[in-house]
């Protein structure tokens, strides 16, 4: 359990600064009358159902929607800052931009940081584009968001692959033809123990005449380090430290019932290290200069960068009661990953830390992925609604991996062996090279109908074909690999997802309704392992290809409303079976496969609830319970009753808000609280514990006349996070940490 000791004094300062400012804000926010509230519902609207818009608590399946002000009042800035606000929600993660979503428990293995082909379980939208890649999700900044919309459970029929446990949406504001708007907002803080945090960002929203307007966002922000590298020869203070610079540029055109929208995103992200923490252990020789926490031991620096731009059109056209949606997007991105390979190398090889210093593992990704999706929906009044639509993917990956290893070649000629370009390297000091090619291509066809069969009661069916095919042409070369070898093989694969669900609607705030929903993910070609006679895995079998992964989804659901929208309250219970689910195996030679594997149960149920206690004064509560268990075991890798792997069994988050007006202007108090269980980092016996952790964040604000000020706390009581264990490249293990202690003020200015 983390100490506070020498590391934690200045912890201490900044809860003292933090309160300071509390106390001098919240004075007079109690000091005055509260404010006339709005009584109406107060509902955020949302899209997920591909139907138009409805209030969420009238969409009939589980969906958690977090507006865009609640974005801003918690000051928000990326994944880790809304994942907590979801109960049931989290993410692996190493860092910045390299997440591994989890949601409702579907998890079955740790992403490492060398799968190019990795699906996820979890889809990721940002409005009509799929931005999916597991372990490496893009963290995208959250400045000028409509909302987050977090849908629960499998989402197979309408969004596709990669959507088993749910999808996440993330809505930006559109550009808006009918006026002026700008914002400028600018924010510092401080970490404990760590360097200063602070950005830029900006949007300005132009009419161009009757029909036209453009809306502009920009951003510049610098996230501070918290942990300290004290390798010999390579000491570094608070070493992971990061920028982003990003923006989005939209134009649109808006005229009865016809709109066109063009946008342009990019985010460019450097980070310098990962925020990884070694615990001292039994090898003194390499972490003996480690003398307290949130230290590491990198030679090489573990930099990471992640370069997004995205394009895409937007047609939305309604006519005659019907209403058609086509997006088209291209997506190009270029990250460029790094790890600390010393300790493998002068562990699995015939060398020492004395021939070689350090040894760095670097892999580029290039990806390029084309997606249409074309849809028509019904937009009349009446008892029979629908949607139809298909969907065309194409997604194209180039993966390139090598070492920089400075003195190996010399060191293997001391000991006889013949150097790099003798097993096939195109560069010197190699222990490995990689290159793979991955193509994706999918086509689908998807349709979902309600019907209401008598007054209240609806039926719902949902339907989507798919067909895909995967091509791998992966060659690899170094003495880890033996010499030269490449694999040249393809997997294709079709099906169906199905969904059926009746809803009872009791009244016009409170619905019960019984579901059954399927989803998926596709399959891969695995990379070449060496397993020839005096290679590093000689001996060792693995699949070649893995098939697609399913699950079914049995769930029953309440959501209700009453005291004239003052209090509702949210229910699911669900049961999923999830088959042939695919797996990372980790070898002891150093190299990894996937593989499908067995069956995973999960049951759990979800509560959500919201009450406006008094004028300007609300309270929300959300729980998750999830039993995840395996079913059907793989002999070597799991056993019958082993819990899956990154999914705590409890999680809990609630808040209590109060904003009033004072001042000749409106003040906020907000407090968030996060509880998320203990888990475990693999199904084997051997796995370790990440343990549970309670988050506690506080903001205040005051906003008059165009001005903004918010003076926030996040985790006030410095829990130790941990949101990923690392054990798999011999060396002792490392705990990837969420932030600290941290405290900071943000000035926004409207125009």
């Known amino acids: 359990m983390h100490q506070f000791n020498s590391k934690s004094r200045g912890n201490h300062r900044i809860l003292a600064l933090a309160s300071v400012c509390f106390l001098a804000l919240a004075v007079p926010v109690h000091a005055q009358e509260a404010a006339e509230a709005d009584e109406a519902n107060g509902e955020i609207i949302v899209t997920a159902t591909k139907r138009g818009a409805m209030s969420q608590q009238d969409v009939p399946f589980a969906i958690q929607a977090i507006g865009g002000e609640q974005l801003e009042r918690t000051n928000a800035q990326g994944l880790e800052d809304y994942v907590k606000l979801v109960p049931g929600l989290s993410a692996v993660s190493s860092g910045t931009g390299q997440s591994q979503i989890v949601l409702r ?23 009509e584009v799929p931005i999916s890649s597991t372990g490496f999700n893009p963290d995208l900044n959250l400045f000028d968001l409509a909302r987050v919309e977090v849908l629960r459970g ?13 999808a996440i949406r993330l809505i930006t504001n559109e550009p808006d033809t009918r006026g002026f708007e700008g914002k400028a907002n600018i924010f510092g803080a401080l970490t404990a123990d760590g360097s200063p945090s602070y950005g830029v960002k900006g949007l300005v929203n132009i009419p161009l005449g009757e029909f036209f307007a453009v809306r502009a966002v920009g951003y510049a922000t610098h996230s501070g380090g918290v942990i300290d590298n004290v390798a010999p020869g390579n000491v570094q203070k608070d070493y992971d430290d990061g920028d982003t610079l990003g923006g989005r540029v939209s134009l649109a055109f808006k005229k009865d019932d016809l709109k066109l929208i063009a946008t342009v995103m990019h985010n460019d992200l450097k980070t310098d290290g990962r925020p990884d923490e070694y615990v001292k252990s039994t090898r003194p020789t390499l972490l003996a200069p480690m003398t307290d926490d949130r230290q590491t031991v990198k030679f090489y620096d573990d930099y990471y960068n992640d370069r997004i731009t995205i394009y895409n059109f937007l047609v939305d056209y309604s006519f005659g009661g019907v209403n058609l949606t086509s997006s088209t997007s291209y997506f190009d991105r270029l990250y460029k990953n790094t790890l600390d390979d010393t300790f493998r190398i002068v562990t699995l090889l015939p060398v020492s830390q004395a021939d070689v210093p350090y040894v760095g593992f670097i892999n580029n990704t290039k990806t390029k992925t084309f997606v249409n999706e074309t849809r028509l929906s019904s937009t009349g009044e009446g008892p029979f ?10 997604d194209k990956k180039s993966f390139i991996s090598f070492t920089d290893a400075p003195g190996f070649d010399a060191a293997l000629a001391k000991r006889g062996i013949p150097n790099s370009f003798a097993f096939g390297t195109t560069r010197a000091d190699q222990v490995f090279e990689g290159n793979k090619d991955v193509s994706l291509e ?23 074909w798919f067909d895909y095919k995967v091509d791998v042409d992966l060659k690899a070369a170094g003495i880890s690999n033996r010499g030269r070898s490449s694999v040249v093989d393809s997997l294709k694969e079709d099906g169906f997802n199905k969904k059926a669900q009746l809803t009872y609607r009791m009244s016009k705030d409170n619905l019960v309704y019984v579901q059954y929903s399927e989803g998926f993910r596709v399959g891969g070609v695995n990379d070449f392992i060496p397993t020839a006679p005096g290679a590093l895995c000689a001996g060792q079998t693995y699949d070649r290809v893995y098939g697609s992964d399913s699950l079914e989804n049995y769930e029953l659901g309440v959501k209700t409303s009453s005291m004239n929208g003052k209090l509702t309250f949210n229910a699911a219970a669900y049961r999923i079976k999830w088959r042939d689910m695919q797996s990372t195996r980790f070898l002891q030679c150093g190299f990894s496969y996937t593989t499908n594997s067995g069956e995973i149960r999960n049951q759990g149920v979800e509560v959500e609830l919201g009450y406006r206690l008094a004028p300007g004064l609300s309270f929300q509560f959300g729980g998750s319970y999830i039993d995840s268990k395996v079913t059907e075991a793989t002999p070597g890798f799991n056993t019958v009753g082993d819990r899956a792997p990154y999914v705590p ?3 809990l988050a609630g808040s209590l808000e109060y904003s009033t007006d004072m001042f ?8 968030d609280v996060s509880h998320v269980g203990s888990s475990l980092s693999e199904f084997s ?47 002792p293990p490392q705990f990837s940490l969420g932030r600290p202690a941290t405290v900071g003020v943000s000035l926004t200015r409207n125009f």
């Open 105 to 127: 428990g579907i998890n079955s293995t740790r992403i490492t940081h060398a799968q190019p082909q990795a699906q996820g379980t979890t889809a990721l939208y940002i409005d």
């Open 442 to 464: 999918q086509l689908a066809a998807f349709g979902e109908a309600t019907y209401e069969i008598v007054d209240g009661l609806e039926a719902t069916a949902g339907l989507r």
């Open 685 to 731: 016996r051997t796995s370790l514990k990440l343990p549970s952790y309670t988050v506690v964040d506080l903001a205040v604000g005051f906003k008059q006349d165009a001005w903004e000020l918010s003076i926030y706390a996040k985790n006030i009581f410095d829990e130790r996070v941990v949101t990923n264990i690392d054990p798999d490249r011999n060396q």
């Open 154 to 166: 499998p989402q197979g029929t309408l969004f596709g692959a990669s959507s088993m446990s749910g």
């Open 649 to 651: 069994k409890i999680s």
């Open 385 to 394: 609604s629908w949607v139809v639509g298909g969907y065309y993917q194409k």
């Open 664 to 671: 000749g202007g409106e003040g906020f108090m907000r407090g």
